[in-house]
């Protein structure tokens, strides 16, 4: 049981290039998320999704594409990165609707764009 | 405007003492939760503690508890007997029933214990 997966880890780009970012979970969870940590603040929510095949603009979306194919994979997509989006990216899964069950986290993934 | 905030952006303890970290919240809504979480120099997000807008006594788990003032609009968290590997980061963060139960954090509070 690997719980929540982030692919990458790490990755560099540079100005202008495409990458996708995978989140996997093991634990048949419905709920799955995608945030970005800035140095020194707190986790702010780019989209989430509520069950396979939906998705949903969190706070900062913008620059972000999602997919949710399969229930068990999020893909964060940037289309074309800018410095702007340099950051540390953690996707999150959560069961139901439960209120008091805790979001399970990734290790995150360090985005470096120059 | 901000809804979860943490005034305090970092703090000393001493090893085996208590300290308490301050989380303020702002919302409309009468059913919300409140957690915190650790993140360590690792970078992962460990969750420590879950306070329901509706629970009528504080939460604890083992030497985490939550000190929620409902009124006041406020969950601070009180860990006690600090120990070394209790330095970290620590977030306050908000559940709203909007948005996919999505969480609201905090700017977060970093501790350093001192031996």
């Known amino acids: 049981n690997a719980g929540v997966t982030q692919t990458p880890k790490f990755r560099v780009l540079k100005t202008g290039q495409s990458m996708t970012l995978l989140c996997a979970q093991d634990?048949?969870?419905?709920?799955m998320y995608w945030y970005r940590q800035d140095p020194g603040m707190g986790l702010r929510l780019i989209h989430y999704s509520v069950g396979e095949g939906t998705t949903a603009k969190g706070e900062v979306p913008d620059g972000y594409n999602v997919s949710r194919l399969k229930k068990q994979n999020f893909l964060l997509g940037l289309e074309s990165a800018a410095p702007s989006q340099t950051s540390v990216y953690f996707c999150?899964?959560?069961?139901?609707?439960?209120?008091?069950?805790?979001?399970?986290f990734g290790p995150g993934t360090r985005l470096l764009v120059l | 405007a901000q809804k979860i905030t943490q005034t305090q952006p970092g703090m000393f303890v001493q090893e085996k003492e208590a300290v308490t970290l301050d989380c303020t919240y702002d919302?409309?809504?009468?059913?919300?939760?409140l957690f915190w979480y650790k993140q360590p120099s690792s970078g992962e997000m460990i969750f420590l503690i879950y306070?329901?807008?509706?629970?009528?006594q504080n939460a604890t788990e083992g030497r985490y508890s939550l000190n929620f003032q409902k009124a006041r609009k406020s969950a601070n968290l009180v860990i006690s007997a600090s120990q070394l590997g209790d330095s970290a980061m620590y977030f306050c963060a908000m559940r709203e029933p909007a948005a996919g139960n999505k969480l609201t954090f905090g700017g977060g509070t970093r501790v350093l214990v001192k031996p």
């Open positions: 306070q329901g807008s509706y629970d009528q």
């Open positions: 634990m048949n969870h419905e709920y």
């Open positions: 999150a899964s959560k069961r139901d609707t439960s209120y008091q069950e805790t979001q399970y």
């Open positions: 919302t409309s809504d009468p059913s919300y939760g």
